[in-house]
């Protein structure tokens, strides 16, 4: 019943910004903490931010001063906010949200960030 809609990728040139939004729906038994993972063609899915229901961030390094993660507990909603981004940060970025109740984690179908010249 739970669906995560992930928007806001996209092609953009280095140096430039882009900001990523994951809505969760339908009966979710809370929300603990939420994050952004990417993966990259012939790489594993790695953690790029994450969040806590307080509001305690954590950075992968490649992306800290870059990034940032932000949440609305009373929308459901997480945001990934991207300034100069880099051709190695392409990938496919996949939101990811844990339930409260036993730490079930729902996945979003991904969505492509491309980053070249």
């Known amino acids: 019943q739970v669906q995560l809609v992930e928007s806001g990728g996209g092609l953009v040139q280095p140096g430039g910004s882009l900001r990523l939004s994951c809505t969760v729906s339908?009966?979710?038994?809370?929300?603990?903490?939420m994050g952004w993972y990417r993966q990259a063609p012939g790489k594993q899915r790695d953690l790029v931010a994450s969040?806590?229901?307080?509001?305690?961030?954590n950075y992968a390094d490649s992306v800290k001063g870059r990034f940032t993660i932000s949440r609305d507990n009373a929308k459901n909603t997480v945001y990934l906010q991207m300034i100069n981004l880099k051709p190695e940060d392409t990938a496919v970025y996949y939101c990811?949200?844990?339930?409260?109740?036993?730490?079930?984690?729902?996945w979003g179908q991904g969505t492509q960030v491309t980053v070249s010249s």
């Open positions: 990811n949200v844990q339930q409260l109740i036993n730490r079930y984690d729902y």
């Open positions: 339908g009966i979710i038994f809370g929300v603990n903490s």
């Open positions: 969040i806590t229901r307080g509001g305690s961030a």
